[in-house]
């Protein structure tokens, strides 16, 4: 905790914070403020609700604080930063960006508080370090309820590829040793994301919907006609990594895409083997890859979702956000960076992408 020790304006917020720290990496079943209370010797919650909707302490340093420890403990090559967002449903309507709204964790629309978050991962290991809260329209354009909720005046409203786009900047200007970015449809449809990562010259492995259109050598087309033209020995099986029940085996081939711009640009498309249901990433990368390299990126973005998950709980109750209880976890436990499955190479012949 002495790293971030300086981060709290008076010394009680920061042991409480040791405390329920502690509490997070704890045996606990359930983990709130009631049961780390109980765990420290406390009689009520007050302490650790404090901590959260009242204390003063600098968030964003934590967070930058959180950063440099995953890098100075974790960081070698190979790196992929995964952005993806989480709900956390709420009761009520003080929270900070809190309305009714879709959350992919709940799979429907519910009242809750939504943040776009940054993991850095490896094959074996991931740590978030970064967080936005998603702002709706109706909060940014509310300055007086903006205020009642400790939100900073004149925060303007972005959109949730906003958002992803100031985070993977902060993290490479920070030294992360991350080769690529990927994240789902919300943020493969974005060009100006994808647009600033091809300015810092960083490989990008993002999902986009069926009906996104490319260009080929023909003619721009929806991905979906290209896999619909595909022979069949453009097909490669390939793992998208470990799961819970082993590796999770796929279907995949590649394309070249947008001919004359600069990069190395690609079409990725995955093929369920036991449903053949599809999905497609598309890539750009500074220099030619193997196809494995390409289906390795896109693969850790799944194996982290369950990341996301522990990290939600995006602020601070009624208030601003801090940073979310995933994030302080890393600063005094390195098992935070949990390792996966045992990882098992496959060696295939990889053939080069079909020039569309």
């Known amino acids: 905790m002495g790293r971030i020790a300086g981060r709290f304006a008076r010394v009680e917020p920061q042991r409480r914070a040791r405390v329920f720290v502690l509490g997070l990496v704890s045996g606990l079943r359930r983990k709130n403020c009631w049961t780390i209370a109980g765990l420290a010797g406390d009689a009520t919650p007050e302490g650790m609700q404090h901590l959260l909707a009242g204390a003063r302490w600098d968030a964003d340093a934590v967070r930058d604080d959180l950063r440099g420890y995953v890098i100075e403990h974790l960081g070698s090559t190979g790196a992929v930063l995964v952005v993806d967002?989480?709900?956390?449903?709420?009761?009520?309507?003080?929270?900070?960006?809190?309305?009714?709204?879709?959350?992919?964790?709940?799979?429907?629309?519910?009242?809750?508080?939504?943040?776009?978050?940054?993991?850095c991962a490896w094959p074996a290991r991931h740590a978030l370090i970064d967080r936005e809260l998603y702002l709706p329209r109706s909060w940014a354009a509310d300055q007086a309820r903006c205020a009642a909720a400790g939100i900073p005046g004149k925060t303007a409203f972005a959109t949730r590829p906003g958002l992803?786009?100031?985070?993977?900047?902060?993290?490479?200007?920070?030294?992360?040793?991350?080769?690529?970015?990927?994240?789902?449809?919300?943020?493969?449809?974005?060009?100006?994301l994808r647009a600033d990562l091809e300015r810092r010259r960083i490989g990008n492995v993002l999902a986009v919907a069926a009906s996104h259109q490319v260009s080929t050598a023909a003619a721009p087309c929806q991905v979906r006609t290209i896999a619909g033209s595909l022979p069949r020995r453009a097909w490669q099986r390939y793992s998208a990594g470990p799961g819970a029940k082993g590796h999770r085996w796929y279907d995949w081939a590649w394309a070249a895409i947008d001919p004359g711009r600069p990069g190395h640009r690609y079409l990725l498309i995955r093929r369920s083997r036991q449903t053949?249901?599809?999905?497609?990433?598309?890539?750009?990368?500074?220099?030619?890859?193997?196809?494995?390299?390409?289906?390795?990126?896109?693969?850790?973005?799944?194996?982290?979702?369950?990341?996301?998950?522990?990290?939600?709980?995006?602020?601070?109750?009624?208030?601003?956000p801090g940073p979310p209880l995933g994030l302080l976890v890393p600063l005094n436990h390195p098992g935070h960076a949990r390792p996966g499955l045992p990882h098992h190479r496959r060696r295939h012949r990889s053939r080069q992408p079909a020039a569309r």
């Open 85 to 119: 967002e989480t709900g956390d449903v709420k009761k009520g309507r003080a929270g900070a960006g809190v309305q009714r709204q879709y959350s992919g964790t709940a799979g429907r629309v519910e009242n809750c508080q939504v943040a776009v978050f940054l993991c």
């Open 164 to 192: 992803a786009r100031r985070m993977p900047g902060r993290a490479l200007d920070a030294g992360a040793p991350a080769a690529w970015v990927t994240g789902d449809e919300v943020y493969g449809a974005d060009p100006g």
């Open 276 to 320: 053949g249901e599809l999905a497609f990433c598309r890539c750009c990368s500074p220099r030619p890859v193997p196809l494995p390299v390409l289906v390795k990126s896109a693969g850790i973005r799944w194996s982290t979702e369950e990341n996301f998950q522990a990290g939600k709980g995006t602020g601070r109750a009624g208030r601003a």
